[in-house]
């Protein structure tokens, strides 16, 4: 059964959080009085199209559907999950979250997107709701802050590891939760630096995104310290540094006066930096930076990378099929070159993806090769028939040529979202002992999976381009 989200308020957040929901397999009510909602929501959501199944390497849930509503009531029935996302004016969550309070079922989740207030203060005249602060591009970072009753945050975490999010539920309520704390922090030292004329916004961002940025992406802060302590740990970085602490190295509690030249001297600053790209262009290269480096976090499982590898394996299989389906995916833009079409090495890299997929129908998975067998490509051979393009859908089917002995010879179709062929990969596998790096038969168990599929993949007809060489007409 379809679950419904209910999106009050469309702006940055709310279009993050129903792009989210919607390409998880959500259907998403939209309610925001702006004009151009619809428009604005539109846009968020074409970003998250392109960005966001390039992280998996299985395909996502069908899209839920996408409405916009008027009237708030409409919106709200029957969701199974309520965001507010309205602006941050006390007055206004109060409003907001009582009218969806009465609307809601008992069992519906109720979530306010606030970056400052606590679940006391949005709670004072009546309304039943959690704090549920994500961070922007909602639809690709996972960290949500969770902070409100403990049998609702409980149940609001298990509904956002389903849609691949990762909840932190926060001990005590407090002003700002906790990542926001840290920012704010951050962003005062940085008014300092640029007021005082030490640095402009473009040298304190660089001072970020080419240094500690990348260690706190995947490590945080303590554990970085950790690992500064060398062999003798965080106890030893602490007596190291710990004196630094009463250096007078921080303006930390000391927040400059927003004075208009201030305001003049940022803005102008952060448009001399930004001025060649558009919102739209920053957001776009900002989501490629971000899919670039979860796909590099999630080979190790490090941080993000992590939520991704456990949502991953929690996404359905494909539907069976008279030829088992092995690759079924988005083609990330890390894929194509400039013409946005995929380079021949990722042709490659698909029909190995879908031998390992096949390998694991026949049981010579992880835990297989983990214990000391394995098989071993010993030839390929790729026919390139038509273009990939980034964003499209790849799917590879698999075919059986052989399966006898030590022998796999295995015929893969990769093709696009028409369904239409634009490469065959052939490829020759040997059953190899890892402990002797030499061929040997299967055990039992493999080859009995291995020879069922083959037997029934002879009644199907030799593929066009099977046994080619290379350079070989017609």
């Known amino acids: 059964m379809t679950q419904k989200a209910c999106i009050v308020g469309g702006g940055v957040i709310g279009g993050g959080w129903a792009a989210r929901f919607l390409l998880n397999g959500w259907d998403v009510a939209v309610f925001d009085p702006d004009p151009e909602a619809e428009r604005k929501i539109g846009e968020v959501i074409a970003n998250a199209r392109r960005s966001l199944p390039s992280l998996y390497d299985k395909r996502l849930p069908d899209e839920g559907k996408l409405t916009f509503h008027n009237d708030l009531t409409e919106a ?49 005249e009546g309304a039943r709701a959690i704090v549920a602060h994500p961070f922007n591009p909602v639809y690709l970072l996972p ?24 909840p932190l539920t926060v001990r005590k309520e407090i002003d700002a939760h906790i990542a926001d704390r840290f920012l704010e922090a951050v962003w005062r ?18 001072a970020i995104r080419m240094g500690f940025g990348l260690r706190w992406a995947q490590m945080g802060l303590f554990e970085t310290y950790r690992i500064a302590g060398g062999e003798a740990g965080m106890k030893h970085f602490m007596a190291q540094f710990g004196p630094c602490l009463t250096w007078p190295w921080t303006k930390l509690m000391d927040v400059p006066e927003f004075t208009d030249e201030l305001v003049d001297l940022i803005a102008g600053q952060s448009d001399d930096q930004s001025r060649h790209l558009s919102i739209r262009e920053l957001e776009r290269l900002r989501d490629d930076n971000l899919v670039g480096m979860m796909r590099a976090l999630k080979k190790s499982g490090s941080g993000a990378g992590g939520v991704l590898v456990a949502h991953e394996k929690a996404l359905a299989n494909a539907e069976p099929a008279e030829l088992p389906v092995t690759v079924d995916r988005q083609i990330p833009q890390s894929w194509t070159d400039y013409n946005n079409h995929m380079n021949e090495a990722h042709y490659l890299e698909a029909g190995a993806a879908a031998t390992d997929r096949f390998m694991e129908l026949i049981g010579a998975d992880a ?9 071993f490509t010993v030839e390929n051979h790729l026919r390139y028939l038509d273009e990939l393009k980034a964003g499209e859908r790849l799917t590879v089917t698999t075919q059986v040529l052989q399966g006898e002995g030590k022998k796999m010879k295995l015929f893969h179709f990769l093709k696009n979202g028409d369904g239409k062929v634009a490469a065959t990969m052939e490829t020759m596998l ?11 038969p299967p055990p039992p168990e493999v ?28």
């Not at 309205?86 to 606030?114: D, F, Q, Y």
């Not at 030292?189 to 660089?206: N, Q, R």
């Not at 835990?367 to 098989?375: E, L, N, P």
């Open 143 to 166: 960290l949500i802050e969770l902070v409100g009753d403990p049998g609702e945050t409980a149940r609001a975490a298990e509904i956002l590891r389903s849609i691949g999010m990762f």
């Open 76 to 124: 709200a029935k029957g969701a199974d999950w309520i965001q507010e996302s309205v602006p941050e004016r006390l007055e206004l969550k109060h409003k907001v979250l009582g009218n969806l309070t009465e609307m809601a079922s008992p069992t519906t989740v109720i979530g306010s997107s606030t970056s400052g207030f606590k679940p006391s203060e949005l709670c004072a």
């Open 430 to 440: 040997l059953h190899v002992d890892l402990t002797t790096r030499a061929s040997c």
């Open 189 to 206: 030292e940085a008014l300092w630096l640029v007021k005082d004329g030490i640095a402009t916004t473009e040298e304190i961002d660089e």
């Open 367 to 375: 835990d297989y090769i983990a214990s000391g067998k394995s098989y």
């Open 447 to 474: 080859e009995e999976k291995l020879t069922a599929f083959a037997k029934a993949h002879t009644t199907l007809p030799v593929p066009d381009g099977a046994g080619r060489y290379v350079g070989q007409r017609g």
